[in-house]
Structure formats: structure tokens, C-alpha cells
T-cell receptor
């Protein structure tokens, strides 16, 4: 595709509900990142995939957060038993290669509101 | 640990005035530094990176390893520069990419 695509763009979830956020990276991009951006804050790193391998999940805030990329392309971020503090924009980004020197491209984000 | 610090949340300058958005970083390895910009209702997009040493839309940024800074500068601000600016650092491995909290720039006509 032309860019990183995320869906849904907007999601309102009731507290305790499970949500799944999808990311379609740019075709052929090896690296995929997930970020959480709370209101008024910069994006906070959640997790990183190289192809289908989740190499870093140090930023996931709790075990309620789970991410996968089973075939090395589309990725899903799942949040179980959502809480109000999960309300944020969730950004997905991808880059063609691995490591420094590769430009990272961002999606428009999925805006999650937990009520 | 805070890896990227942007001390100013808000910055206002008059059109035609010089502008400098500050960024300091903390990282023991060899980082790659970036500036990303987010215009109203648009996605984050790359403005410039230190390894390219280029000028984009009149903006420049120099990596100062002694001061661990990567300040963004433009000699004459334009109204269309009004946006949110994020400084970011990528680690040696490339696996982690840290952002500052951002500076909202408003250029007053």
C-alpha cells in the first residue's frame, strides 16, 4: 500500500471490554513498531517486530497488552479488559530494513477511548 | 530513563523571526537522531535526520555530541510551520525508537 494503514481509526470501548487494533505496514517492510500516545505526551514505545519475530516487548505496560504479527506483515495489538488509563492513540510504524539508517513511517493511529 | 528531552511544550514566534526548538538526549551508545513533525490532523512525518545533514523546508539540525543536543532551527519562521514537533532517538540496534514529549510551535502572522 501507499502508507501504513491502521484500523479502526476510532474505537470507544467500555471498561473491561477487549479490543483489537490492526496495522497494515507498507508492503515489504521488515520492521514494525507499536507506540502509545497519551494526550499531551509524545509517543511511547510498546513493542517491535522484525518480520514475525517480536524482538522487544519491553514497553508493553501490562500483561493485558499483547501484540502479534504471525505472517510477518499485518500486526494486531490486543488489549484485554480495557481500563480508562488505556485511552490513547495507538500508533503503528514500519521501516523497510533493520537498524539505523532506515526511515520509519507512521500510520494515522487508532484513537481508543475507554469509558 | 528519559532518553529524549524537549524542555518547551509550547513555543510562539512571529512570522519571519528565527525559531529554535530544543532537544537533548541521553544515550550511552551511538544514537541516530530525528525530528518528526505532525501538522494538524495529519500523521507523524519525518522532517529530518542527523545522518543526512540536509535542510528540509528551511529547517536544519546539528548533532552536538558534547552537549548531547539536536536542536532544530529555522532562520525565518513561516505560518505553515505551525505544528507539533517531536525529537526522536533510535538506538544502536535500531529496535527502539524514543520520542520526546513534543513542542507545539505557533507562528504568529
Amino acid at each position: 500500500g501507499a502508507g501504513v494503514s491502521q484500523s479502526p481509526r476510532y474505537k470507544v470501548a467500555k471498561r473491561g471490554q477487549d479490543v483489537a487494533l490492526r496495522c497494515d505496514p507498507i508492503s515489504g517492510h521488515v520492521s514494525l513498531f507499536w507506540y502509545q500516545q497519551a494526550l499531551g505526551q509524545g509517543p511511547e514505545f510498546l513493542t517491535y517486530f522484525q518480520n514475525e519475530a517480536q524482538l522487544d516487548k519491553s514497553g508493553l505496560p501490562s500483561d493485558r497488552f499483547f501484540a502479534e504479527r504471525p505472517e510477518g506483515s499485518v500486526s494486531t495489538l490486543k488489549i484485554q479488559r480495557t481500563q480508562q488509563e488505556d485511552s490513547a492513540v495507538y500508533l503503528c510504524a514500519s521501516s523497510l530494513g533493520v537498524g539505523q539508517g532506515n526511515t520509519i513511517y507512521f500510520g494515522e493511529g487508532s484513537w481508543l477511548t475507554v469509558v | 530513563a528519559q532518553r529524549v528531552t524537549q524542555p518547551e511544550k509550547l513555543l510562539s514566534v512571529f512570522k519571519g523571526a528565527p525559531v529554535e526548538l530544543k532537544c537533548n538526549y541521553s544515550y550511552s551508545g551511538s544514537p541516530e537522531l530525528f525530528w518528526y513533525v505532525q501538522y494538524s490532523r495529519q500523521r507523524l512525518q519525518l522532517l529530518l535526520r542527523h545522518i543526512s545533514r540536509e535542510s528540509i523546508k528551511g529547517f536544519t539540525a546539528d548533532l552536538n555530541k558534547g552537549e548531547t543536543s539536536f536542536h532544530l532551527k529555522k532562520p525565518f519562521a513561516q505560518e505553515e510551520d505551525s505544528a507539533m514537533y517531536y525529537c526522536a532517538l533510535r538506538t544502536n540496534t535500531g529496535n527502539q525508537f524514543y520520542f520526546g514529549t513534543g513542542t507545539s510551535l505557533t507562528v504568529i502572522p
